[in-house]
């Protein structure tokens, strides 16, 4: 029996025009009235993801940052797993010994360092036509972008934002060069204590090696004594992994993932896009049988 559904946000739960469709908002509430907990494992920051969440008024628990915290329904945050500060000189150092912006997710908000003229030119240069390549729009309209900027605290530099009473629970970055994000990820292998993933080749995100999607997931299910098997997770990318090879977990990979993401997946349904994550829902209630997954599944492999 499946007791709890964990889904990805971007490319899984939203379409690409970063919407969730009627579709998809009504079978999550028809699951959550069938007493079937939903959990939004995402990362991005709670903001982020919760303002989107709210626009539909779908309330639920959410794992955010890529598995650094977990939120309940009020939004208060536990289970943080943030990057030592010793270590995130050292990986901003890097950062910014590559040429490359960073991304500062902090349990307060959003954080950049440097200046809002190059917060644009970061945003113009590389976020915006990375989310046009994977077709993944991260903003609707400009509105939304000079929220996220108003939202943004920025600093001037490392120590200062070192020197602020913040925890760091990730940092990324997106840079259209896909070399040099290779190159990027070589040297932050070296850096040990690190999660390291990706959505595309154009981006990249560190985080503190427990603050991982699966790792959080697992410690969110033992709360309410949820096994394992009684997990359906739903992803399409790199980040996605670490609870999409759970062990005993039954893992879906979208339409549109990654081939590497199907590959590790026991089956894949429909894309983001044709409401991938609403199709296994609505197959979820419609199916009184306890092994639904690999007796109605199957065929979608």
């Not at 709890?4 to 009504?26: H, K, Q």
């Not at 359906?232 to 039954?250: I, K, Q």
């Not at 993932?257 to 590959?263: G, S």
């Given at each position: 029996?499946?007791?709890?559904?964990?889904?990805d946000?971007?490319?899984?739960?939203?379409?690409?025009?970063?919407e969730?469709t009627?579709?998809?908002?009504?079978?999550?509430?028809?699951?959550?009235?069938?007493?079937?907990?939903?959990?939004?494992?995402?990362g991005?920051?709670?903001?982020?993801?919760?303002?989107d969440?709210?626009?539909?008024?779908?309330?639920?628990?959410?794992?955010?940052?890529?598995?650094?915290?977990?939120?309940?329904?009020?939004?208060?945050?536990?289970?943080?797993?943030p990057?030592?500060?010793?270590?995130?000189?050292?990986?901003?150092?890097?950062?910014?010994?590559?040429?490359?912006?960073?991304?500062?997710?902090?349990?307060?908000?959003?954080?950049f360092?440097?200046?809002?003229?190059?917060?644009?030119?970061?945003?113009?240069?590389g976020?915006?036509?990375?989310?046009?390549?994977?077709?993944?729009?991260?903003?609707?309209?400009?509105?939304?972008?000079?929220?996220?900027?108003?939202?943004t605290k920025?600093?001037?530099?490392?120590?200062?934002?070192?020197?602020?009473?913040?925890?760091?629970l990730?940092?990324?970055?997106?840079?259209?060069?896909?070399?040099?994000?290779?190159?990027?990820?070589?040297?932050?292998?070296?850096?040990?204590?690190?999660?390291?993933a990706?959505?595309?080749?154009?981006t990249?995100?560190?985080?503190?090696?427990?603050?991982?999607?699966?790792?959080?997931?697992?410690q969110?299910?033992?709360?309410?004594?949820i096994?394992?098997?009684?997990?359906l997770?739903?992803?399409?990318?790199e980040?996605d992994?670490?609870?999409?090879?759970?062990?005993?977990?039954?893992?879906?990979?979208?339409?549109n993932?990654?081939?590497?993401?199907?590959?590790?997946?026991?089956?894949?349904?429909?894309?983001?896009?044709?409401?991938?994550?609403?199709?296994?829902?609505?197959?979820?209630?419609?199916?009184?049988?306890?092994?639904?997954?690999?007796?109605?599944?199957?065929?979608l492999?």
């Amino acid at each position: 029996m499946i007791r709890l559904i964990a889904s990805d946000m971007d490319g899984t739960l939203l379409n690409n025009r970063s919407e969730l469709t009627f579709t998809t908002v009504a079978s999550i509430n028809a699951v959550q009235r069938a007493g079937i907990r939903f959990l939004i494992n995402t990362g991005r920051e709670y903001s982020s993801a919760c303002s989107d969440l709210k626009r539909k008024k779908i309330y639920c628990d959410m794992i955010c940052s890529s598995g650094a915290a977990t939120y309940d329904q009020l939004g208060n945050p536990y289970n943080l797993h943030p990057i030592p500060k010793s270590i995130a000189a050292q990986i901003l150092a890097v950062f910014f010994s590559f040429g490359v912006y960073a991304d500062v997710y902090t349990d307060k908000s959003r954080a950049f360092i440097g200046n809002k003229a190059k917060l644009f030119r970061y945003y113009d240069q590389g976020v915006f036509p990375s989310s046009r390549k994977e077709n993944k729009l991260y903003y609707r309209n400009m509105d939304e972008f000079f929220q996220m900027v108003k939202e943004t605290k920025i600093y001037e530099s490392i120590d200062t934002l070192l020197a602020d009473e913040v925890s760091i629970l990730k940092i990324s970055t997106t840079h259209m060069n896909p070399q040099l994000i290779a190159r990027l990820r070589r040297q932050m292998k070296q850096i040990p204590g690190l999660s390291i993933a990706s959505t595309s080749d154009t981006t990249l995100e560190i985080s503190d090696e427990k603050a991982q999607k699966g790792y959080a997931l697992l410690q969110y299910a033992k709360t309410y004594n949820i096994a394992p098997n009684e997990i359906l997770a739903l992803g399409d990318s790199e980040n996605d992994l670490s609870m999409l090879t759970l062990s005993g977990v039954h893992s879906i990979a979208m339409g549109n993932a990654k081939e590497e993401i199907k590959e590790v997946c026991a089956y894949i349904t429909r894309t983001n896009e044709d409401n991938g994550v609403a199709y296994i829902l609505e197959r979820l209630l419609k199916d009184e049988n306890p092994s639904f997954v690999r007796n109605t599944l199957a065929f979608l492999h």
